[in-house]
């Protein structure tokens, strides 16, 4: 195989949510690919730094470089803070 073909089938195999995953829309117990799962797996830190660049208002190269500590209360932070506003909108739906 020429060196193109087998560096386009890299770059193929190397995206596959690009390039043909099959991605379900909901999981169904016992399987994997639901589009939580997939995004996770594929974009989860990248998805995570941006929330923390945008909570300390720095740009994400900035995030990449904290102090692990730090990116890692941030992350605490907004995961609790995440939690918080679910349960709160439960009650408001429970109240209509």
Known sequence: MSFFLQSIKRVDESYPVLFGERVEQE??????GGIEQVFAKHFGWFFSTTQVAELERITLEQAWDLP????????????????L??????????KK
């Open 27 to 32: 999981s169904e117990p016992g399987t994997e």
């Open 68 to 83: 692990v500590i730090q990116y890692l209360n941030d992350l605490a932070y907004l995961k609790m803070k995440s939690k």
């Open 85 to 94: 506003e679910a349960a709160q909108l439960e009650k408001l739906k429970k």
